[in-house]
């Protein structure tokens, strides 16, 4: 199980990562960067309450 939470942790932060790239080099779409990325956080919170 800890190593199914480290990758999740690891994949989830390269998607932030990724994210916040897009919204160094793509502003125009900061509204749906910043709704993926909080979609993102709800998705962790959410697999985290159910262990």
Not at 3 to 21: A, F, G, M, R, S
Request: net charge negative; aromatic share 10%.
């Amino acid at each position: 199980m800890q190593t199914n939470i480290y990758t999740l942790n690891k994949e989830v932060e390269c998607l932030k990562q990724q994210l916040y790239d897009l919204l160094d080099n793509e502003p125009w779409a900061k509204h749906d960067i910043l709704r993926i990325s909080k979609r993102l956080d709800d998705l962790i919170l959410q697999f985290y309450s159910l262990n």
